[in-house]
């Protein structure tokens, strides 16, 4: 096996009509122990003109020995045990994915039932400390003034209702939890989208005038 440079013979466009990288394999059904067990080291390494020259060269295969490998007995059988490998992490994941989705449908969601007043305080608080923390993430090197805390009394009524949705929210993440397990991006997704709506109709529901703000937190996700 010979390094190559892609000026040299063998690391130009005839090694890669002859040749075939990593990506080339997958595309061909092959995973990478596949590729460790029945083809072992590259015949070819190619410097990779588009990252830095510290990066690893780019593994290539020989489409003859490839295609040879392919015909023969033990990469039928290392096929299809893989291919049954993925078939059932595949059937696992839709599986769990039926089973979060049925726990978040049937989980009771227990919003906490507060007085008006209360409320209001306790979703100002949490704006103020929430605006804080910002703030030292930021970590301007030309610091502002800092604003003053916003006060349920000077606070504007939309406003204070979008704070009052952020508090109760932030109460209810317990139930996140429910998405352990998840990590498909398509079901991860279809199980946050369920939970968001069964979390903001609970709030709408047990505080009516918060409604309208729920919906609309609803109805920005889904455009």
């Known amino acids: 096996?010979?390094?190559?440079?892609?000026?040299?013979?063998?690391?130009?466009?005839?090694?890669a009509r002859t040749h075939l990288s990593a990506a080339g394999l997958r595309a061909r059904g092959w995973t990478a122990g596949m590729v460790?067990?029945?083809?072992?080291?590259?015949?070819?390494?190619?410097?990779?003109p588009y990252v830095g020259s510290s990066s690893p060269p780019t593994r290539l295969y020989c489409v003859e020995?490839?295609?040879?490998?392919?015909?023969?007995?033990?990469?039928?059988a290392v096929a299809a045990a893989a291919a049954r490998r993925s078939a059932a992490a595949r059937a696992a994941a839709r599986r769990g994915r039926r089973e979060v989705l049925a726990r978040i449908t049937a989980e009771p969601i227990d919003v906490p039932r507060l007085p008006p007043q209360q409320l209001?305080?306790?979703?100002?608080?949490?704006?103020?400390?929430?605006?804080?923390?910002?703030?030292?993430?930021?970590?301007?090197?030309?610091?502002?003034?800092?604003?003053?805390p916003a006060t349920v009394e000077g606070?504007?009524?939309l406003a204070l209702d979008r704070w009052k949705v952020d508090y109760l929210r932030h109460r209810l993440t317990r139930y996140d939890e429910l998405l352990n397990g998840l990590y498909g991006s398509t079901g991860r997704a279809a199980a946050?989208?369920?939970?968001?709506?069964r979390l903001y109709a609970a709030i709408g529901e047990a505080y009516p005038l918060l409604a309208e703000e729920?919906?609309?937190?609803?109805?920005?996700?889904?455009?």
């Open 155 to 157: 606070a504007d009524p």
């Open 36 to 48: 460790r067990q029945l083809l072992g080291e590259p015949d070819l390494l190619r410097a990779n």
């Open 192 to 197: 946050e989208e369920l939970l968001r709506r």
């Open 1 to 15: 096996m010979t390094a190559h440079n892609t000026n040299e013979d063998g690391g130009g466009p005839r090694a």
């Open 214 to 223: 729920c919906e609309r937190r609803l109805a920005a996700v889904r455009r």
């Open 120 to 148: 209001a305080a306790l979703a100002v608080e949490h704006h103020n400390r929430r605006d804080e923390e910002r703030t030292d993430e930021r970590r301007d090197p030309k610091p502002q003034p800092p604003s003053p």
């Open 65 to 76: 020995r490839v295609e040879a490998t392919e015909r023969s007995d033990a990469f039928r």
